[in-house]
């Protein structure tokens, strides 16, 4: 193991020429550098944000949801009982393919669409209703006793929005008074000594607890078919954090993460507004939210961050091992933002000559045009209905979604 930590720990990866990790170990007297050690105490600190969510869910947010009549109560094709069919998709395929539904075909005596059909409505079975989605938020702002007021002044964001807004907030408080907020050139001066103060790491251990819950929750939450882009994302940037933190690169990795919280609480917001049914809300939230994204992700992103941590750090410390790393996982961040602006660009663009947001493309629920109801309560191809109230498909995680608007439900829509 010490052979392996000595490895790992090489000063020639991760420290500039010429300076060792005992120059850092003896700091003058009330100076303090960044330690790889620091870092464990974001992992009790996402444990904690976690278990927050979990009892947020269960005992705020749910009666939050109930004031803006959001009930659980949602449209599902339900299968009928089949015991040969359940078989397969709880051991074998959710979705199988010609071959398995050629095999269930003649063994049932079903038609090969029928029994794509039943697949289709048992996996919608297991998705999880608007108020389980909503609650998955978080109120940030209480200011009536009002219904009425309740209704329009509380912003039932996912949970993510407080965690956003707040981290936005303190970052851009933080930052306001730092010189490398103004001129990026400080984020390299006498570095690596560049002295850790309890506001920076206050700030980078809470948003990266965060992150560490993300990904936990990732494995928990609604899935979707970006649940890889999604991973990647929050690897990426927990890499960034734990790897700027440790080789004292702070001061630009501040820059990154204020960057990056300055769209993400919009979008929260505007997805609680559309739960809420708020549709002018919702759209004006979703186009700003597009706008600030651009405008941080697209220019402010590459033209200030890469610029400094490329061009200026290449001027003033000179490249090392470690510094091609930390440029690559942010040249990774942008070609994801790259990713996430052409979809967003496409609902926006709905959203303005529309004159609403579109369909959720990331759809958890599965639905088909051909489903038509009997008298019976049955479609008469082997699915049961359950009648309620129609509502939007929601969305999951802090990376680029569009929103589902209730009145397109009414159509089909399709998984993507």
């Given amino acids: 193991m010490a ?191 560049q002295v850790l103060t309890p506001g920076l790491y206050h700030y980078y251990v809470t948003e990266l607890g965060f992150y560490w819950s993300l990904m936990f929750s990732q494995f928990t939450d609604i899935k979707r078919k970006d649940f890889p882009i999604m991973f990647i994302h929050h690897l990426a940037t927990v890499s960034l954090i734990s790897f700027s933190y440790a080789n004292n690169m702070l001061r630009v990795g501040s820059l990154v993460m204020c960057v990056h919280d300055a769209s993400d609480f919009l979008l929260e917001a505007a997805k609680l507004a559309n739960y809420a049914k708020y549709q002018h809300l919702c759209d004006f939230l979703f186009v700003l939210f597009a706008v600030v994204f651009f405008i941080t992700r697209l220019v402010l992103y590459p033209l ?41 660009a496409g609902i926006a663009y709905k959203a303005l000559v529309r004159g609403k947001v579109s369909k959720d493309d990331r759809s958890d629920v599965e639905s088909s045009s051909e489903e038509e109801v009997d008298t019976n309560g049955t479609n008469g191809r082997g699915v049961n209905m359950v009648f309620s109230r129609k509502v939007e498909n929601g969305t999951n995680g802090h990376a680029v979604t569009t929103i589902t608007w209730p009145q397109q439900i009414r159509s089909s829509s399709s998984s993507r």
């Fill in 3 to 193: 052979a392996l930590s000595v490895w790992f720990w090489n000063e020639r990866f991760w420290l500039p020429h010429n300076v060792t990790w005992a120059d850092l170990a003896d700091p003058a007297p009330g100076v303090e550098y960044p330690k790889a050690g620091h870092l464990l105490s974001a992992l009790p600190l996402a444990v904690g944000i976690f278990a927050v969510r979990i009892l947020f869910e269960r005992f705020i947010a749910s009666p939050c949801a109930f004031l803006l009549h959001i009930h659980a109560a949602s449209v599902h094709w339900r299968a009928t009982p089949n015991p040969v069919l359940e078989k397969v998709f709880t051991s074998i395929t959710k979705c199988p393919d010609s071959r398995h539904l050629d095999g269930l075909s003649k063994q049932l005596d079903w038609d090969v669409r029928k029994v794509q059909r039943w697949f289709r409505h048992r996996r919608n079975q297991d998705k999880p209703s608007i108020l389980t989605k909503f609650c998955e938020s978080i109120p940030s702002l209480v200011t009536s006793l009002s219904t009425w007021l309740i209704r329009v002044y509380i912003v039932h964001p996912r949970w993510r929005l407080i965690f956003y807004l707040f981290m936005f907030t303190y970052g851009i408080c933080f930052l306001w008074k730092c010189s490398w907020m103004w001129d990026t050139h400080h984020c390299w001066y006498n570095y690596p000594y």
């Fill in 304 to 344: 200030w961050i890469l610029n400094t941590t490329l061009f200026e750090s290449w001027e003033i410390i000179g490249p090392y091992p470690s510094w091609w790393l930390f440029n690559s996982l942010l040249l990774v961040l942008q070609v994801l933002h790259v990713i996430w602006s052409y979809l967003i």
